[in-house]
């Protein structure tokens, strides 16, 4: 498993990019009249929170599924006549 991550990988990154690019589409919004600046204020927060509604729901429906495979493999593991599972196996 490589430790070094790339950057266009990471959550850091991604997240700055959608924050990045609300705020240009709503800033260019703003220049060519279509929104005051209150607007513009009030959609880039409301796409913000919705942005950080679907990764909360993504990230718990990924815990789950995480979860419920990591239980199928323990439950696996405990059956009579199961050999161990060597992790390094999985790389």
Known sequence: ???????KKTTEFNLTLVTNLVNAVIALAIGYGLLT???G???TTAILAAVALVIGI??????????KA???????TLRPGATAVDPDAAE
């Open 37 to 39: 600046s209150d607007q």
């Open 70 to 76: 990591r239980t199928a493999l323990k439950i696996e």
């Open 1 to 7: 498993m490589n430790p070094m991550t790339p950057g």
């Open 41 to 43: 204020n009030l959609w």
């Open 58 to 67: 993504g990230t718990t429906a990924a815990a789950r599924e995480y979860t």
